[in-house]
């Protein structure tokens, strides 16, 4: 693999670059997107310094917010509101949904926003325009990592030294299986609909004002503060229609063995965000030709 | 041998008014205006074509010219007149509406100097990042670090970020970065000299060492001495059109014939 993409670069550092009016529908010269993967590195890179560059606690903020909200959360929704957590413990329950969720608004959010954010860069030079967004995707990723390390610590903290270890019932093969596929999917569909809102966003900027509403919206529309039990069996469409709710629910539910949904709604949860990968990419790809005349 | 550079009836079209569609309000009050003056079935029909003259403005129309290995073409025209249009285009910014251009080899486009560079991150690690923007792998990067910060002349704040440097450091550092590209083929838009005196004698100089290097250049610039000493051959281009290519003497006194009538009128 690597001797072939070493030919392949090695090739096209002298090729031949053709330049013309040619639009076709769905175009990405993922050689040149490789060719460029130290830019991603960079910008990430970049993202990390210049947010905590100046600041005291640095990083440990990733693991503060989530920490702080979770005590608010559990504060207010399941002390006063009476909310359920499954049985387990509150703590633990409202990290696992946070994580996730995390990790989605704050890639989809940037995500949405980065050819006007960018715009400057864009204006004057040339790179694949898929490294920034993919740029957001990965250093959000490094951050659900931090918080995700905090949330292996808890669950081992509860399992094995308090007396709700044995209601949590950690399943190994679930976690091993269905984890991965629980953050693809948030991946793809934090990049898919950013991508998908980034090129409608140069257009029109309306959408840039409807983001911060819709994340509250989807918040709540999403299982964080409550289990997805408690969504009513004849409302039960609604989680095809948000693949974060089966995403977070099987990961929920491989660390803590919380009753989980039918798995035909994991496996459309998949497809949904593959699709909105599809998507997103094509209309990316769409305008990222002519938004430069248009911004 | 077969051109560097081929550029082949390259025209760009620009739509006047369809830019500022930035509102819903907007949009539908182009809509029902055209709907009121052509009537429903010819606004529908118009849609598709959407060919209003007065709304159209090409910025390029039709040029072509080739560039050899080697050379340095400058290129020259009045402000408007679709030489950094041209420049976009060859560094693949923006796309023609017709036309197209074949580039035989590794490119980048220097547009300004500093593209990227981030307040927060100290002189070395905007380095990395210009570099990368430009087109660089972090390997290349590495093996001409120290030329790059002897050149700038800024040692010994590297590892200072560099909303601390003066604006003359912040230049010379990235006209550092710019001047040690090694594609072959290089688009450059008036980045030619920055900092002070004794640093812009020095950015010429380098730039002459670039040129000497055998490298492919095209150059745009208003400063005409710069182009006599760097540019072989000039094209030029009065409104997106190519009007004559040649040496840079004469094509420098058919510019500056046709100045000040432009300008008187």
Known sequence: MRAYLKKVYASRLNSTTVIDANRKWFKVDWVELWQFRDLIYLFVQKEFIARYRQTLLGPLWNVLQPLIMSGVLTVIFARLGGLSTDGVPHVLFYLSGLATWGYFSTAFVQTSDILVSSAYILRKVYFPRLVMPLSVVFSKAIIFFIQFSVFLALLAYYKFFTGAGEVIHPNFLKIIFLTPVCLGITALLSLGMGLGFAAITVKYRDLHHVMNFFIQLWFYGTPIVYPVTKIPEKYRWVVFLNPLIPAIDQFRSAFLGTPSLDPIYFLSAFAIAVGTVLVGVLLFTRIEREFVDVI | ?265
């Not at chain 2, 550029?7 to 620009?14: G, R, T, V």
């Not at chain 2, 830019?19 to 010819?42: A, D, M, Q």
């Not at chain 2, 073409?73 to 017709?98: A, D, H, Q, W, Y």
């Open chain 2, 1 to 265: 041998m077969k051109p560097i550079i081929e550029i082949q009836n390259i025209s760009k079209k620009y739509r006047l008014g369809m830019i500022g569609n930035n509102s819903l309000r907007e949009l539908l009050n182009t809509c029902s205006k055209n709907v009121r003056e052509k009537g429903v079935l010819e606004f529908l029909k118009s849609l598709g074509t959407d060919e209003d003259p007065k709304k159209i403005l090409w910025a390029l129309k039709d040029v072509s010219f080739t560039v050899d290995p080697g050379e340095i073409v400058g290129l020259i025209g009045r402000n408007g007149c679709g030489k950094s249009t041209l420049l976009k285009i060859l560094s693949r910014i923006t796309f023609p509406t017709e036309g197209r251009a074949v580039i035989r080899g590794r490119s980048s486009a220097l547009l300004e100097v500093g593209t990227g560079f981030h307040a927060e991150l100290s002189g070395r690690e905007n380095i990395f990042l210009n570099g990368a923007i430009l087109g660089m792998r972090r390997r290349e990067i590495e093996k001409k670090l120290d030329a790059i910060v002897h050149f700038s002349e800024v040692e010994k704040f590297i590892d200072t970020p560099i909303k601390h440097y003066s604006s003359g450091m912040y230049v010379r550092l990235a006209f550092s970065v710019a001047a040690h590209l090694d594609q072959p083929v290089l688009f450059v838009d008036e980045v030619l000299a920055v900092g002070d005196a004794k640093f812009q004698a020095k950015c010429i100089e380098k730039m002459r060492s670039v040129a000497d290097s055998g490298r492919t250049i095209i150059f745009v610039s208003h400063d005409e001495k710069a182009i006599r000493t760097l540019c072989g051959r000039c094209v030029y281009l009065r409104n997106g059109k190519v009007v004559a290519s040649g040496a840079t003497p004469e094509m420098l006194s058919l510019y500056n014939a046709e100045k000040p009538l432009e300008s008187a009128a």
